[in-house]
């Protein structure tokens, strides 16, 4: 009888985007916002100052609410995450240069 034709493996993802090497990631999987709460400004811009410490967006993760904050001062290059998208450990979310 032929032989069955192997299942192949996929190919790995091309990256969508070159991921700096200065992306704040994850410390846990949950979802992310971008505001304090619904209606309210971002804590963050692209362009905008931030100093160490400054809050960068929020991870509820279990119905807590976990402040992410900059790990240096410098100015945000890219916000990697769309308010109220889930993310998972370690995963980029926001580019400090």
């Known amino acids: 009888a032929p032989a069955l034709p192997l299942p192949t493996t996929a190919a790995p993802e091309p990256a969508a985007v070159a991921v700096d090497a200065n992306a704040l990631k994850s410390p846990m999987?949950?979802?992310?916002?971008?505001t304090p709460e619904p209606g309210a400004a971002p804590f963050i811009a692209v362009g905008k100052q931030v100093k160490a410490g400054d809050t960068l967006l929020i991870i509820e993760a279990m119905k807590v609410m976990n402040p992410i904050t900059a790990d240096k001062a410098g100015t945000i290059k890219a916000i990697l995450v769309e308010n109220a998208q889930p993310v998972e450990y370690d995963q980029p979310l926001v580019v400090i240069a």
């Open 29 to 34: 999987v949950g979802t992310a916002y971008l």
